[in-house]
Every structure is written in structure tokens, then in C-alpha cells.
């Protein structure tokens, strides 16, 4: 059974520093991993998704890698700013296709980005 | 097309009332796909629709619950007789055929609570 953890549950940062979220997975039979911002009482927002063949995806101050042999994912944001402030939830979609419509996600890392 | 919708975005209910929830998908989307979140964690997987087929339900998904898609576009979440269990965010989902390379969609979600 595919578990997803993410590490750690909260994190604090002043405004300018660099954030590292970490996310790991127990089963590497996966056929991408998707990274999500979700705001208080809001629905989630992509980010970035990651095919089991890439090694890491960008868009702007946000760099995802993969390993999936190792079954680790890293959500880079670089230069925080308080905009920032939110939880990110990475979710992993298995390869198996019995299983193909459910994402498995990881309970979140709660981000507050202080000026 | 702008994106999923849910509607309500809030439902406070009394104990024993049903509630309906409804997910108007991405249009040109086939699969369809509900989740509940409570505080603190992830989402986790509820049911899933290829078109109007219901092809997976989640032992979450108790004989109370019911979730219909007709003509394979809008879906609809029904919660008989609640209970205060039931209160957490329900989030809708969308994404194209299994071959597809992209991710999920997910709504605002509805915020459902039973007192």
C-alpha cells in the first residue's frame, strides 16, 4: 500500500530564504508526481507535475525533483515572500491501473513566509 | 471553460439532513473524481467517473453516500442522514484519459458542516 509522507508538517522562514519541502513515497511503481498549494478553507492549486521519467520540472521560483528509485520528490522555492504562506501537499499517481483514478496524497507541509 | 466548479462553497447542515453537492468538471475532461479532506490532512480518494461509468468507490464511501454523473459532464455528491463525521471539505476533481500526461484539476471544494 502506497504510503506518502511529507517532512516537516510545518515550517517558518523570514521573507528572502529559500524553502526546501521534502516528500517521500513507498512504492516507486508511480506514473507521475504532482505538487499542490492549497490556501485556508480553499481548494488546491498545481504547481508542478512530474512524469516517473523526468528528474525534475521548473516554472519560475519553483523547482520540483524526483528520484523514484529512492522514492523522494523536493519542492524548491527560492526567494520566499510572504505570498508564499500556505500548505503544500505533494500527491503521487499510481501506475497500476487498478488503481489508476486515485492520488495518494502526503498530509502537507503548513508554510508561513514571515516579512 | 475556466476551470472546476463546485457549488455550495459552504453547507452547514443539522444532523440527519441530506446534502447535495454538485461538480461541474473541466468540459473537455473525461474522468471525474471526489475526495474529502479534514483538517490537518491530505485529501483522500472517495470515487471516481470515466464518463458517466462510476468506476471505483473508496470503502470511505459508506451506503450513504451517493455520487452520480449522467451524461458523463456534471456529477453530483449526495449525503444521506449526516453526521457530524461527515463535516470536512469535499473536492472535486478532473483530469483527461488515462494516456494523458497531465495532472488533475481540483476545484474550490465545499466546505460541509454538520452540527
Known amino acids: 500500500k502506497q504510503e506518502v509522507t511529507q517532512i516537516p508538517a510545518a515550517l517558518s522562514v523570514p521573507e528572502g530564504e529559500n524553502l526546501v519541502l521534502n516528500c517521500s513515497f513507498t512504492d516507486s511503481a508511480i506514473y507521475n508526481l504532482q505538487w499542490f498549494r492549497q490556501d485556508p478553507g480553499k481548494g488546491l492549486t498545481s504547481l508542478l507535475l512530474?512524469?516517473?521519467?523526468?528528474r525534475e520540472q521548473t516554472s519560475g521560483r519553483l523547482n520540483a525533483s524526483l528520484d523514484k528509485s529512492s522514492g523522494r520528490s523536493t519542492l524548491y522555492i527560492a526567494a520566499s515572500q510572504p505570498g508564499d504562506s500556505a500548505t503544500y501537499l505533494c500527491?503521487?499517481?499510481?501506475?497500476?491501473?487498478?488503481?489508476?483514478?486515485?492520488?495518494?496524497f502526503g498530509a502537507g507541509t503548513q508554510v508561513v513566509v514571515t516579512p | 471553460d475556466t476551470g472546476v466548479s463546485q457549488d455550495p462553497r459552504h453547507k452547514i447542515t443539522k444532523r440527519g439532513q441530506n446534502v447535495t453537492f454538485r461538480c461541474d468538471p473541466i468540459?473537455?475532461?473525461?474522468?471525474l473524481y471526489w475526495y474529502r479532506q479534514t483538517l490537518g490532512q491530505g485529501p483522500e480518494f472517495l470515487t471516481y467517473f470515466q464518463n458517466e461509468a462510476q468506476l471505483e468507490k473508496s470503502r470511505l464511501l459508506s451506503d450513504r453516500f451517493s455520487a452520480e454523473r449522467p451524461k458523463g459532464s456534471f456529477s453530483t455528491l449526495e449525503i444521506q442522514r449526516t453526521e457530524q463525521g461527515d463535516s470536512a471539505m469535499y473536492l472535486c476533481a478532473s483530469s483527461s484519459g488515462q494516456g494523458s500526461p497531465y495532472g488533475y484539476t481540483f476545484g474550490s471544494g465545499t466546505r460541509l458542516t454538520v452540527v
Open positions: 468540459s473537455e475532461h473525461n474522468r
Open positions: 512530474i512524469q516517473s521519467s523526468q
Open positions: 500527491a503521487v499517481r499510481p501506475l497500476i491501473s487498478d488503481s489508476w483514478g486515485k492520488l495518494q
